[in-house]
């Protein structure tokens, strides 16, 4: 089962719809809680933080789009 993930990427044209990339997973500790986010690699763009209960089980992904909006470019990857 795949499952959307959102990430900030700051320059134009580092990824495309359908490249394979590689995720590094960090963790943070919050008052609120274990919290998870990935960075594509290498430095390519990153997630927000995914509570503990939502962490992703392969640092695996498919790009499925990648969007500009209110100068920021947003890409949804779809993680196995």
Known sequence: MS???SFRME???LMHEGDQ???IESKLVTLSGTMYYY???HAL???DNIPAAERLTSLQATIKSV???NSVYTVIALCE
């Open 3 to 5: 499952k959307e993930v």
């Open 11 to 13: 320059r134009p044209d």
């Open 21 to 23: 990339v590689n995720l």
């Open 39 to 41: 960075t594509v690699e």
């Open 45 to 47: 763009a990153m997630s």
């Open 67 to 69: 969007e500009y909006k």
